[in-house]
């Protein structure tokens, strides 16, 4: 049903008179190849690096995750 009042009020309205679809930018505004910065620009600007997937983890040896061992009395829980 929104299909066809989408293109009935398509069909409805005037043809654009200009889209800019067939201009072409001017020379000056051309990309030429590759974009060089130089560190102070850099600063200027925002660069973000975008990665994918989960971060990285820190790789564990054995033994690092249990907890520390308590020795001699100190480990008896005090009796009341």
Do not use: C, N, W
Not at 22 to 41: S, T
Not at 56 to 77: C, F, H, M, N
């Amino acid at each position: 049903m929104s299909t066809s009042i989408a293109s009935g009020l398509f069909k409805s309205l005037p043809k654009p008179k200009y889209t800019g679809e067939e201009e072409e930018l001017p020379p000056h505004a051309q990309p030429r190849g590759p974009r060089v910065v130089g560190a102070d620009q850099i600063d200027e600007t925002q660069v973000v690096l975008r990665r994918t997937g989960p971060p990285p983890t820190e790789t564990v040896q054995d033994g690092d995750l249990a907890p520390p061992k308590i020795s001699g009395t100190a480990a008896r829980s005090p009796r009341f």
